[in-house]
């Protein structure tokens, strides 16, 4: 007996990729202009977090929000910690409940979920019900970066160290057709360059940093990149001097230099994304998506969350690249 034909379910599952996850602004765009609305949405860690925003209806004043972002007002919602994670997260999250929304997952427009991962044993966690704004300070958790949450019982952190591209999820949630997007896919472009930094950037580190008051344009890229020397010269200070690369006393005169050891968190950055990447390869080997796409974001690091609209452009560029992928499905 022939099967009766209807409309295939679609599912979006947006990847992990911090400040980079701007893009799925653009993504989203892009399929809003096409005319296709997804049924489902999901995300891990940064994905959660603008998918969220989606599914509640508060897409274009989060978007709005986030393309005003300063180095200012990034700085401003950290709130460092010493113990679990550099940061808390909840200024965040709590600047989230306040302006945006914070209610169910079972009460949204559509269909959500996010990703987290048990620190204790491993396993993948899907939060389909309760908070969302739990939910997603629970699946962008970076280690190392945020502090993890405990939730029913459980200790978690950031979903993408388990399922980057969660499109697994957005299959088990009733997607026929799953289009991912991949945040991950261009990084390794930006880590064929050596760790260590050339004699320019060693150059530029000893400059004074620029007036916070300086944010606009360029200017505020060079800001983003000082915050972050700033930040990264902080936990370098942290390591004790019998550590390689880190000793207080001077170096035998006959010693032969060695290259610059990275700031622990370049070290910690660098090896997220390379873990990311390569489980995100593996995962959707295993349960491929239908619709792949893989906005051009190696220029961006995993702290510039100032610069949302080079990462909204991308994303929206790569998207309309890959729709027609979907004509087939008649979508």
Same mark, same amino acid.
């Given at each position: 007996?022939?099967?009766?034909?209807?409309?295939? *379910?679609?599912?979006? +599952?947006?990847?992990?990729?911090?400040?980079?996850?701007?893009?799925?602004?653009?993504?989203?765009?892009?399929?809003?202009?096409?005319?296709?609305?997804?049924?489902?949405?999901?995300?891990?860690?940064?994905?959660?977090?603008?998918?969220?925003?989606?599914?509640?209806?508060?897409?274009?004043?989060?978007?709005?929000?986030?393309?005003?972002?300063?180095?200012?007002?990034?700085?401003?919602?950290?709130?460092?910690? @010493?113990?679990?994670?550099?940061?808390?997260?909840?200024?965040?999250?709590?600047?989230?409940?306040?302006?945006?929304?914070?209610?169910?997952?079972?009460?949204?427009?559509?269909?959500?979920?996010?990703?987290?991962?048990?620190?204790?044993?491993?396993?993948?966690?899907?939060?389909?019900?309760?908070?969302?704004?739990?939910?997603?300070?629970?699946?962008?958790?970076?280690?190392?970066?945020?502090?993890?949450?405990?939730?029913?019982?459980?200790?978690? *952190?950031?979903?993408?160290?388990?399922?980057?591209?969660?499109?697994?999820?957005?299959?088990?949630?009733?997607? #026929?057709?799953?289009?991912?997007?991949?945040?991950?896919?261009?990084?390794?472009?930006?880590?064929?360059?050596?760790?260590?930094?050339?004699? +320019?950037?060693?150059?530029?580190?000893?400059?004074?940093?620029?007036?916070?008051?300086?944010?606009?344009?360029?200017?505020?890229?060079?800001?983003?990149?000082?915050?972050?020397?700033?930040?990264?010269?902080?936990?370098?200070?942290?390591?004790?001097?019998?550590?390689?690369?880190?000793?207080?006393?001077? +170096?035998?005169?006959?010693?032969?230099?060695?290259?610059?050891?990275?700031?622990? @968190?370049?070290?910690?950055?660098?090896?997220?994304?390379?873990?990311?990447?390569?489980?995100?390869?593996?995962?959707?080997?295993?349960?491929?998506?239908?619709?792949?796409?893989?906005?051009?974001?190696?220029?961006?690091?995993? @702290? #510039?969350?100032?610069?949302?609209?080079? +990462?909204?452009?991308?994303?929206?560029?790569?998207?309309?690249?890959?729709?027609?992928?979907?004509?087939?499905?008649?979508?």
């Amino acid at each position: 007996m022939a099967l009766k034909p209807r409309k295939p *379910v679609v599912g979006l +599952a947006l990847g992990s990729g911090s400040a980079r996850g701007w893009a799925h602004f653009g993504v989203l765009r892009a399929l809003q202009d096409a005319g296709l609305r997804p049924d489902i949405i999901c995300g891990a860690s940064i994905g959660a977090l603008v998918g969220a925003s989606y599914a509640a209806g508060e897409m274009e004043r989060f978007e709005e929000w986030v393309l005003g972002l300063g180095m200012r007002k990034v700085f401003g919602f950290m709130d460092f910690k @010493l113990s679990g994670g550099m940061l808390k997260g909840e200024k965040l999250i709590s600047f989230w409940r306040e302006h945006f929304v914070d209610s169910a997952i079972e009460d949204l427009q559509m269909p959500f979920g996010a990703v987290a991962t048990d620190l204790h044993s491993g396993a993948e966690v899907w939060l389909r019900e309760g908070s969302i704004a739990d939910a997603v300070r629970a699946s962008i958790a970076l280690p190392g970066l945020f502090t993890p949450v405990h939730r029913c019982g459980r200790l978690l *952190v950031d979903g993408g160290i388990v399922n980057p591209v969660p499109a697994s999820l957005a299959r088990a949630m009733g997607a #026929d057709i799953v289009i991912a997007v991949d945040l991950n896919a261009d990084i390794m472009r930006r880590h064929m360059q050596p760790l260590a930094p050339s004699l +320019a950037q060693e150059s530029a580190a000893m400059q004074p940093d620029p007036e916070p008051e300086d944010l606009s344009g360029q200017a505020s890229a060079v800001a983003g990149k000082a915050w972050v020397r700033r930040l990264q010269r902080g936990v370098t200070d942290w390591m004790p001097g019998w550590m390689p690369g880190h000793a207080r006393g001077e +170096a035998p005169q006959d010693a032969v230099p060695l290259p610059r050891l990275p700031s622990m @968190l370049d070290v910690v950055m660098t090896s997220v994304n390379i873990m990311q990447m390569r489980i995100t390869r593996s995962r959707m080997a295993g349960d491929p998506p239908e619709l792949v796409i893989a906005p051009r974001l190696s220029h961006l690091g995993l @702290l #510039d969350f100032h610069r949302a609209r080079e +990462a909204i452009d991308e994303g929206y560029e790569a998207a309309q690249a890959a729709l027609p992928g979907l004509r087939h499905w008649g979508l």
